[in-house]
């Protein structure tokens, strides 16, 4: 027998306090709320963070950074993922999909370099890294991107 399958002890079960059943009880009147205040009445106490009145330290501390609502987030994939695909094979995002490499889209699919590709492929992506770039080229394939996105300053094509 282990611990956790030692059964209960009804006997050790004890009862809640019952309060407001009269004063020799011990428990009656007030019934451990105490004399008035906000905390001896019905539904009386105050939201999280409150601290009877005085500024709450989330107003107290300086509010820092900015959180951009216009951001994009990419799908990242790293060229050690294209390890799965035939040589000379079109890679496009629904190839990344049905293969598990991605799950959702969100705002595109990146491809980064990290880790090394062997064989030459065809990959039409959103966004890509310029090492990434230089790495399928160096293995005989090529990288086009899907829309006319700026690589970097000097790389603005549309098929890179």
Known sequence: MKL???????????????????IGSGHGKTSCRGQKGQ???????????FEGGQMPLQ??????????????????????????????????IEDLKARGIIGRERDGVKLLAEGEISKPLYI?????????????????????????????ETHTETEV
């Open 4 to 22: 956790n399958e030692l059964p209960k002890n009804p006997a050790g079960a004890r009862g809640g306090k019952r309060v407001g059943r009269g």
């Open 124 to 152: 039409t992506v959103d966004r890509a890294s310029v090492t990434a770039i230089e790495k399928v080229r160096a293995a005989g394939g090529s990288v086009t991107l899907n829309h006319a996105v700026a690589v970097d």
């Open 39 to 49: 905390r001896a009445r019905s539904g009386g106490y105050h939201k999280i963070g």
């Open 59 to 92: 107003r107290r501390l300086p509010k820092r950074g900015f959180k951009n609502p216009f951001r994009k987030i990419y799908a990242l994939v790293n060229l050690q993922d294209l390890d799965l695909f035939d040589a000379g094979m079109q890679v496009g």
